[in-house]
């Protein structure tokens, strides 16, 4: 759909001269950038009251990307799509829209369609009118209505339901409806919000690959909020991680996995999380050594991202799955003896529970591995693998 | 295999056993049944009397079936009883109970349910202090601003009009009404209503497309709260509506006060049940309703 880059007066213009989507003209605003991307969002701030929930937000993102809002519950993901929707007045700040700024547009006027958590179906509408409920309110000819919703059913395969009433249907056939509502209105921006948070474990994975392939066959721009890890790295191009109304990084899965900027980062992906050890650096002729109790890890290659200071208290953090035990533990760097406190089988996995210089620490082994809780195991670390935060939680 | 699986099965299976009359159930329904009976007493005196000649009823034995039915005492309760100087019967209360009764309904109902939708949705600056103030008007007692608004109706030319009753029950319906279908739209997931700001709906198109047809339980405890308060109202008739337009209760205490003459009891208890009428009816009919839509507020609210 645009798939190529267009400008944003271009894809505009379509818009209103061929469908007619919108009854009224907005009033163009063009940012400066040359390619034009599609949701900009400048120091967005946005009070509910006293109460500060975005705290001048930034926020780019390109043509046909699919960008993930992952956080803690009430971090604020939700305010900001409803914002981006066009649903909350915003405090400050502005929002760019194919580079047309849609701060005070209505949600219909932004080229966004919304798919909700709980589906938000109108349930005294079939699935089909469900569907074409935006058009006619639109004011499309009724052919092009019907083509549209036979093109989305087809698409999300629910031509079958077309004539039944939402409390008819499963939860996965009711947040299909909800997507396809977002789909026949043919608008550039997709925003989900939690939109499989309410389906079962099977389903969710079923649905989730499902929109994979949707965005690459339709190569929409979508925003999508997720409390779910999996959901995130599997579906985004780049992650935004959020935490009190900030983004705290944005990246592709693969950086925001390895290379955390801070330790919330570090710590919120990945289950079970990283293991955190506090300690301090020290250095010993030209090496740099993380002292912890009576653990030493050499930081021979650690690339630091700031100066160390000799002395300075810093916490490490440890992967569960770059810890070893057994004979994988030998060929270590750092290997310690400690004993297992709690054996949890994962499937895949098991997860076992350890103390070491007073922290509580999870190591990822085999499923095959036969240790059980009051064992004595010899841990092994991959210190190329670690990384060092200072105290205020910054990379170091 | 499968037989002697079945052959062998002991303690319960199959479908539960119904539940024989317990001496706790006895009790229960006993009790009950005395209640209703208690309850229905005067309901049973006022019938008979009212199906009795006058004769009959001087005989005193209020609480003996009727020896020869009569239809009379209905017939003139309706048609020729006199209040005061006319005697043109209770029909001229109730044709006027009905022309108060239906635009009050209607405005009320409309104006409450528009409001309640707003308040829930539409939330303007000031809207919580205009939803308190509006639940502080549901409990102050309306005797405190009768002479007031004796006033303003007489000041906008309404006193002792039709439409000044209408206005008044208008005006008392609202606060609780307001009340009901705010209670009911803050049930509706807010999610709904963004859905539907999304694809392009205005205030009324949401209200009219998406709201009201997911709203008519509601709909009918209005009617029946509306129904029901309007025609019982005594007070605000005889204040606001003017001699020719009393209502049907405010006209059976006329004919029931009567001075003048012999107190005709059957005529009386006849005017009665048929004032009473009206409310009955809506209660038999819609009375599952009532519990549905005031459960279903309840519940999600
Ligand atoms: N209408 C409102 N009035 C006041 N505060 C609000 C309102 N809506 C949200 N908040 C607050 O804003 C913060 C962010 O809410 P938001 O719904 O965006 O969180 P979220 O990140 O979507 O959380 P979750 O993952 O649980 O959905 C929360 O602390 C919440 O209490
Ligand atoms: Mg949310």
Redesign the interface.
């Known amino acids: 759909m645009s798939g190529e880059k267009v400008s944003g007066e271009k894809l505009h213009g379509e818009k209103l001269d061929g469908e007619k989507l919108d009854g009224e003209k907005l009033d163009e605003e063009k940012v400066s950038s040359d390619s034009v991307t599609s949701v900009a969002i400048n120091d967005l701030s946005l009070s509910f009251g006293s109460v500060e929930v975005l705290k001048s937000l930034n926020l780019e993102v390109e043509q046909g990307e699919f960008i993930v809002l992952l956080g803690p519950s009430g971090c604020g993901k939700s305010t900001l799509l409803n914002c981006i929707a066009g649903l909350l007045d915003v405090t400050a700040g502005q929002i760019f829209i194919n580079g047309i700024n849609v701060t005070w547009e209505e949600p219909k006027d932004r080229g966004i369609g919304m798919v909700f958590q709980s589906y938000a179906l109108y349930p005294q509408m079939s699935v089909e009118k469900n569907l074409s409920f935006g058009l006619k309110v639109a004011g499309l000819p009724k052919q092009q209505i019907e083509e549209r919703v036979q093109r989305a059913a087809g698409i999300l395969q629910i031509e079958s339901l077309l004539k039944r009433k939402p409390a008819a249907l499963s939860g996965g056939q009711r947040q299909r409806v909800a997507i396809g509502r977002a789909l026949v209105r043919d608008v550039d921006v997709f925003l989900f919000d939690e939109p499989l948070s309410n389906l079962d474990a099977k389903l969710r994975t079923d649905l989730r690959v499902e929109l994979k392939r949707l965005h690459q066959r339709l190569g929409n721009t979508m925003i999508y909020v997720t409390h779910d890890q999996i959901e995130a790295l599997t579906l985004a191009d780049r992650i935004a991680i959020m935490k009190d109304g900030l983004i705290q990084q944005l990246d592709t899965p693969h950086a925001i996995y390895n290379q955390p900027s801070n330790r919330f980062v570090a710590g919120f992906i990945g289950s079970p999380g990283m293991n955190f050890i506090d300690g301090v650096l020290e250095q010993k002729s030209d090496r740099w050594v993380f002292n912890a109790g009576d653990i030493t890890i050499p930081l021979t290659d650690y690339a630091f991202l700031q100066n160390p200071q000799s002395g300075q208290p810093v916490e490490i953090g440890i992967r569960p799955e770059h810890m070893f035990v057994g004979d994988a533990a030998q060929g270590q760097a750092v290997v310690f003896s400690c004993e297992a406190d709690l054996v949890e089988p994962m499937g895949a996995d098991t997860v076992l529970w350890t103390t070491i210089a007073g922290n509580s620490l999870t190591i990822r082994t085999d499923s095959e591995s036969t240790v059980k809780a009051g064992d004595s195991i010899d841990v092994g670390i991959n210190p190329n693998r670690a990384l060092l935060f200072t105290a205020t939680g910054e990379r170091l | 295999m499968v037989k002697s699986i079945h052959e062998g099965m002991q303690g319960p299976h199959g479908p539960k056993p119904k539940k024989s009359l317990s001496a706790r159930n006895i009790v229960l329904y006993g009790f009950l049944l005395v209640a209703a009976f208690y309850w229905l007493l005067p309901l049973y005196v006022m019938i008979v009397t009212s199906l009795k000649g006058l004769p009959e009823v001087r005989m005193g034995n209020i609480f003996s079936p009727p020896m020869e039915i009569t239809f009379e005492p209905w017939i003139k309760a309706w048609d020729t009883a006199c209040t005061g100087l006319y005697c043109e019967g209770l029909k001229v209360g109730f044709w006027n109970s009905v022309k108060i009764l239906i635009p009050s309904t209607v405005i009320s109902i409309a104006i409450a349910s528009v409001n309640g939708y707003a308040l829930s949705f539409w939330r303007f600056k000031g809207s919580e202090i205009f939803f308190t103030i509006l639940l502080f008007g549901a409990f102050i007692p309306y005797q405190v601003m009768l002479y007031p608004l004796v006033i303003i109706l007489r000041e906008l030319g309404l006193f002792s009009s039709l439409g000044g009753v209408v206005l008044i029950h208008c005006i008392f319906g609202m606060p609780i009404l307001t009340l009901l279908f705010r209670n009911y739209f803050a049930s509706v ?1 807010e ?2 209503f ?8 205005g205030f009324w ?1 949401i209200f009219a ?2 709201m009201l ?2 709203s008519l339980p509601i709909f009918v405890v209005a009617i029946i709260l509306q129904v029901t308060g309007i025609w019982n109202d005594f007070l605000f008739g005889i204040i606001y509506s003017g001699t020719t337009n009393f209502p049907m209760t405010v006209q059976l205490n006329n004919i029931v006060n009567t001075t003048q003459g012999v107190k005709e009891y059957n005529v009386n208890m006849a005017a009665t049940l048929l004032t009473g009428a009206l409310p009955l009816v809506v209660y038999f009919i819609s009375g599952k309703l009532f519990v549905r839509g005031i459960a279903a507020g309840a519940v999600k609210g």
């Open positions: 997931p999610e709904l963004k859905a539907a700001r999304v694809d392009g709906a198109r497309q998406i047809p997911m």
